[in-house]
């Protein structure tokens, strides 16, 4: 018969408890050495009992060898998070200096500063975007009563725009419901034809059902007509 399965816990047993301590240190120590030669790893094992007793095992003779390449290894994957961090830094310090240069060129343009290097096409849009900026300051300064009234129209205007496209969707829905409901009352006066109106005139289902009873009548006179053989 085979061993009974061991309950995982606490063994409160002293003695036995020490007992299979040294047993299952044993065992795993002799299964780190077979992994080292099976598959030529280097394996270190470190083990610490309740009395505080420590017990280590190295495939190289050695615990401190392959704990310092653990430590150097952990180290440099935290140097590379730590390098990847830095480099984001930077990209993003980069991207926000080049965009404050860009800012303080554009305001030198419109300082009338720097003009020499600007080709003919952007002292055009700058004139233009000058032009434009102008206007609205004239605006707000000269008329404000009128700037404010021109937005409201513009905010005005959008809002209707945006209620034509609501209703466009409300009478597109309409229209697709009623031709449902056309398609379906041209059903019902298929079914109304084909089974017939009451206090109206026969259908042609009621015709042929008339024709079925006089048919089964003339046959049944017949019947009755014919001689009957007695023997």
């Known amino acids: 018969m085979g061993r009974g399965k061991v309950e995982l816990k606490r063994i409160e047993n002293k003695i036995n408890r020490q007992v299979t301590f ?29 009395r505080g007793k420590v017990f280590d095992f190295a495939s190289t003779n050695d615990v401190n060898e392959i704990l310092n390449r653990y430590r150097q290894s952990c180290y440099s994957s935290q140097d590379n998070v730590a390098e990847n961090e830095t480099q984001n830094l930077y990209q993003e310090v980069s991207r926000l200096k080049v965009k404050y240069e860009s800012l303080q060129r554009s305001q030198r343009h419109f300082l ?44 005005q205007s959008e809002a209707l725009h945006r209620k034509e ?36 005139e026969p259908t042609v289902a ?25 023997l």
């Open 22 to 50: 040294s047993k299952r240190r044993l065992g795993l120590f002799k299964k780190a050495q077979e992994l080292s030669v099976l598959c030529d790893a280097q394996v270190a094992l470190i083990v610490s009992s309740s």
């Open 112 to 155: 009338g500063e720097d003009l020499e290097k600007l080709r003919l096409k952007e002292l055009e849009n700058l004139e233009k975007q000058l032009d434009r900026t102008l206007s609205q300051a004239r605006q707000r300064k000269t008329f404000p009563g009128l700037y404010m009234q021109t937005q409201m129209m513009l905010d």
């Open 165 to 200: 496209n609501d209703l466009e969707e409300i009478h597109k829905q309409l229209k697709s419901e009623l031709e449902e409901r056309e398609k379906h009352g041209d059903n019902d006066d298929d079914e109304a034809l084909i089974q017939g109106r009451p206090g109206g």
């Open 206 to 230: 009621a015709g042929a059902s008339h024709e079925n009873i006089s048919t089964k009548t003339r046959c049944a006179n017949a019947n009755q007509q014919e001689p009957t053989l007695h």
